[in-house]
């Protein structure tokens, strides 16, 4: 018979990255600091469920995907666990399994790691001794240094609307093993700002964000973006309180423009954007110069393009995508997503 003696589920959001992290270093610390928003409507529901004793010391799970076995997930999932087997005693020994299911299309392109390893790191945690004595704020400290083990950028999934990671001047609390809710002031601008994610390429990406982080060891431009990044993040902490429009598509874009220029120098290099992925920033910056509106882009480690911009110019943003941008998508898909508050316990 299956007991099922503890169980605990929650829904953690994905998260887009303004300045960027891109290289680390054992066990999984930054380079560099970086900040994102948070999202709202691209997330993981993960439920963790404590089955009974398995008859072997290690770890013995299943992992599900929409109710169907997901083999492929194991590795990474084993990998993490290792990385906290010394905190998971009371998890040893035991059968568990774990559901989930993600709000976006299965490979859209969309990185799941920040959303799924930041949900799987909550139910662990909830489920835990330590968890479930921790006041609140231990407790989503606790929960964004296992959702890092898992991947970097889980670790700012755990706060909205905007998480910071690692080491960063003038934030006395900022840490490398663990994102920080961004305490500064933020102009109320960005509380309501939309992401709308427009998918240029689905399916598996040609080089890993693991891969990528690992070429900027011996990188010829390492120790300047990593110093470039320390900068912006300055900045960037002073266009949001400013409620700079101008200046925060300005440093947004010159981020992922540096992003994927550190893809195309390191050796072995790589090109992660597609032909469409440039044809949409075009088509952007025209818009832009046309319609003086604030109408920025970002990219992640993928050719998918994010576009950002405040709520009151939602209509002509969507109208703009439908007319000028869909022919450029897979299927003609995009997420309407925007800035989100960080995870929902279910369970
Ligand atoms: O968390 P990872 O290892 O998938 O790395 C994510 C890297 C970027 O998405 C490109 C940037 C970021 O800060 O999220």
Redesign the pocket.
Known sequence: MHMIENASSWRSPS???L????G?YDPQLPANP?L?FTLSESFTETKLEILEESGRGDFDFEVFLDYRKAEDFKPKIQKFLGRIASELDFIKGRKFSIHTYNSFPHSSGI?S??SGMSALALCLLSLSPQGKVMSPSAFFQKASEWSRLG????S?SVYGPLGL?GKTEGIAESSDEYAIPYQGKVDPIFNEFCDTILLVEKGQKAV???A??GLMKGHPFAQQRFAQAHHNLANLQKILAKGDLEAFGNLVEHEALT?HAMMMSSQPYFILMKPNTLKIIELIWEFRRESQKPLYFT???GANVHLLYPKHIEQEALNFVNKEIKLYLNNGEYICDRVGNGPTKLM
């Open positions: 998260n887009i990255a300045v960027k992290y891109w680390k970086s994102s990185a790691s920040a991947s970097g950028s889980a700012r990671w890993s964000s693991t990528g982080h992003l990219l992640d480690a």
